[in-house]
């Protein structure tokens, strides 16, 4: 069982910037795809950005140039370090990998963009 511990959301003035970080415990397998998904009330959760073990990246077209991802495979970690945010960026962010081909999500992490 993978366990996942989000930290770094909270609460960011419109232009300012944040960097979100997840921590994986519990498995000896290194995940095959890290990444982070967002939710908004009443909408889906939607993909923000991935990273994949060989360093492959993919964002949504609303972050891209402004966020970005990486990854520390001998810890274990991926980062997401968010710029220029915008006042639609408010969410819950989640932390998500997969491992063996199975997924694991975090209990999300809120991040408000307010002045």
């Known amino acids: 069982q993978v366990q996942l511990m989000e930290s770094g959301g909270g609460l960011v003035q419109p232009g300012g910037s944040l960097r979100l970080s997840c921590a994986a415990s519990g498995s000896i397998f290194r995940p095959n795809v890290m990444g982070w998904y967002r939710q908004v009330p009443g909408k889906q959760r939607e993909l923000v950005a991935v990273i994949i073990s060989g360093g492959s990246t993919n964002y949504a077209d609303s972050v891209k140039g402004r966020f970005t991802v990486s990854r520390d495979n001998v810890k274990n970690m991926v980062y997401l370090q968010m710029n220029s945010l915008l006042s639609e960026d408010t969410a819950v962010y989640y932390c998500?990998?997969?491992?063996?081909?199975?997924?694991?999500w975090g209990k999300g992490t809120l991040v408000t963009v307010s002045s």
């Open positions: 998500h990998v997969i491992v063996l081909g199975m997924d694991y």
